[in-house]
């Protein structure tokens, strides 16, 4: 069931590359569900009072893919990938935004676990590791995007692998360094 609606997807997002617009109306109810999940994920990191709400996390992110012009989807995975992308600069420019406000202070440190969690300041996490992983982005941007698709996208190695065509291995070695990489760049920021 699960490759049959993969399989699915996959054609529909070449018919929507390919300039199919019908082919987008009938994608949205297919990824809708994996969208929302991936916003609830999002939205838990977030802090209380936070004016984004899933459904409009979402939609942004939607509009964001929606607005490309010429995608090139490559498959289920590859779509997913950049959802993922939308979602975290759409939540990175809105904590620059409402820390712009109130200018000054020291980022506090943010904790990189297998398990994602995140302290209480956590508009001021998400722009210190965004600014980060523009940093590892200069020194080695495939370990920047498994760390994207990993804590913004909620990817598995294996969906990790599929969009960036590597082995499992090698997405979880490039997570381990990424992952050691950020720590000491943020704690050295902090």
């Given amino acids: 069931m699960l490759n049959v609606a993969s399989e699915q997807i996959t054609q529909l997002l070449v018919d929507w590359s390919k300039g199919d617009e019908f082919a987008l109306e009938q994608l949205m109810p297919l990824v809708y569900d994996e969208l929302r999940r991936m916003a609830r994920r999002y939205m838990r990191r977030q802090p209380s009072g936070h004016t984004f709400q899933t459904t409009e996390l979402i939609h942004e992110a939607y509009l964001k893919l929606a607005k490309q012009e010429e995608p090139n989807w490559q498959n289920r995975a590859h779509f997913f990938g950049a959802a993922a992308q939308a979602m975290r600069h759409i939540l990175v420019d809105y904590a620059r935004s ?93």
């Fill in 98 to 190: 409402k820390n712009s406000k109130k200018r000054g202070g020291l980022a506090e440190k943010i904790t990189l676990a297998d398990n994602l969690v995140a302290s209480e300041n956590r508009s001021e996490e998400v722009v210190a590791l965004d600014d980060a992983l523009k940093q590892l982005a200069l020194l080695d941007e495939r370990k920047s995007r498994v760390v994207e698709m990993k804590f913004f996208g909620g990817l598995n190695v294996e969906e990790i692998a599929e969009v960036l065509k590597l082995s499992p291995e090698t997405v979880k070695r490039d997570w381990r360094f990424a992952r050691t990489w950020l720590l000491r760049e943020l704690a050295n920021a902090a």
